[in-house]
């Protein structure tokens, strides 16, 4: 997250998450809606240097979740 980043009211999510694909590491908050920080953890095996992939995740406004899907999975 910038230094500068201000949260927005209603915003499914104010913390840092991201994806590491080199070794499938994940940094977020584990699901965990009142968790004050992040932290990476073991997300899923790691791909490969030199290839490509996919991350996409699914957002549920009304419990305030997303959920991660790498390459369909």
Same mark, same amino acid.
């Given at each position: 997250?910038? #230094?500068?980043?201000?949260?927005? /009211? $209603?915003? /499914?999510? !104010?913390?840092?998450? #991201?994806?590491?694909?080199? $070794?499938? =590491? *994940?940094? !977020?908050?584990?699901?965990?809606? !009142? &968790?004050?920080?992040?932290?990476? =953890? +073991?997300? =899923? +095996? #790691?791909?490969? &240097?030199?290839?490509? #992939?996919?991350?996409?995740? =699914? %957002? $549920? *406004? +009304? &419990?305030? %979740?997303?959920?991660?899907?790498? $390459?369909? /999975?």
């Amino acid at each position: 997250m910038p #230094g500068n980043f201000t949260p927005v /009211v $209603n915003k /499914v999510c !104010d913390k840092s998450i #991201g994806f590491h694909f080199g $070794n499938g =590491r *994940l940094h !977020d908050t584990q699901g965990k809606i !009142d &968790k004050k920080t992040t932290a990476w =953890r +073991e997300g =899923r +095996e #790691g791909i490969p &240097k030199g290839t490509g #992939g996919t991350v996409s995740l =699914r %957002v $549920n *406004l +009304e &419990k305030q %979740v997303m959920s991660w899907n790498f $390459n369909g /999975v």
